[in-house]
């Protein structure tokens, strides 16, 4: 394997630029489904690493279920640094089947504790929940609905619920709390992975508030509605949970960009600017990332079926 196993651990490191600079100056949904790409394929690519140090260090250990040609010196002589690594590899790992676990449970945990809420509300694509607490979120499901609390409605003028229905609305039709799920869970499996999450949630909450300007026609009601919005609501008990499915991100500069002519909709950053290296470098550390761990897992397994006998 050599080297190469070790490079899908540090090579998140090259979408870190492409962060900030993609909610900056893409339209929000693209930026949105890049930085859920490149999270997905950086978190496998590590993930897979992890997994072919396990087989190693597991190989190692006495007792071990495998077989006894894995853990011969052919076998430890082709895998570079395997006594730590290896074995190290193996409590990395528990870890992060136990963080992603944890994260799964609690976000369809909140989400089963919502829809159990609306029992005996009325039907529709939004439920109005008598509440003192104003707050308004997308709740995914069969079918998904918009959960908007009365005293929210009461802080809006009748033109801004429009505004507020609408942006609710994209994030169900987005799918944005896949989008979030996975790159939160892509953060649990590479921590270096985590910048790329609060760069989504703010792409997500644009890509929402485009939605919303472009069903109203009205840029400056849903910058106002936005505002109005994230000054008066409040959070809803669930913790972390609740980010899942609502999260307003930086409000000052959504308002602004509202304000602001509509972002353009190109398909890729032009190569000769910041946002379009950035992108590149992305791109880059993806494609290196998914061959060293292929190139990984072929030599790993060349070796062991050598290894293993007939």
């Not at 260090?57 to 040609?69: E, M, S, V, W």
């Not at 929402?208 to 069903?215: H, L």
């Not at 930086?250 to 353009?264: F, I, M, S, T």
């Amino acid at each position: 394997m050599g080297v190469f196993v070790y490079l899908p651990l540090v090579l998140p490191l090259s979408a870190l630029p492409i962060a900030r600079l993609a909610e900056q100056h893409l339209h929000p949904r693209r930026a949105a489904r890049l930085l859920t790409t490149v999270a997905v394929i950086l978190a496998t690519c590590s993930l897979v690493c992890l997994g072919l140090l396990v087989v190693v260090g597991t190989a190692q250990l006495p007792g071990n279920p495998l077989p006894d040609g894995w853990s011969d010196a052919e076998v430890r002589e082709a895998v570079p640094h395997d006594a730590f690594a290896g074995k190290a590899s193996i409590l990395a790992l528990v870890v992060v089947t136990t963080a992603c676990g944890f994260t799964v449970h609690r976000h369809y945990r909140f989400r089963a504790r919502a829809h159990r809420a609306l029992a005996g509300l009325p039907g529709g694509d939004v439920a109005v929940l008598p509440d003192d607490v104003p707050y308004a979120y997308a709740l995914p499901g069969s079918p998904g609905r918009v959960m908007v609390s009365t005293a929210l409605l009461a802080s809006l003028d009748p033109a801004e619920h429009r505004a507020l229905f609408a942006h609710e609305r994209a994030h169900l039709t987005g799918r944005h709390h896949r989008l979030l799920l996975a790159t939160r869970l892509a953060g649990c499996v590479n921590p270096l992975l985590w910048p790329l999450l609060g760069a989504l949630v703010y792409s997500t909450e644009r890509w929402a508030d485009e939605e919303a300007a472009r069903v109203t026609g009205d840029r400056r009601l849903t910058a106002r509605a936005v505002g109005k919005a994230a000054l008066v609501s409040r959070p809803v008990s669930g913790g972390a949970a609740f980010a899942a499915f609502a999260a307003a991100g930086p409000v000052p500069r959504r308002v602004a960009a509202l304000l602001g002519p509509v972002p353009p909709d190109r398909g890729w950053p032009p190569a000769l600017t910041p946002v379009g290296v950035a992108a590149l470098v992305a791109a880059a550390g993806t494609t290196v990332s998914a061959l060293s761990a292929l190139n990984a897992a072929v030599a790993l397994f060349l070796v062991l079926e050598a290894a293993t006998p007939l």
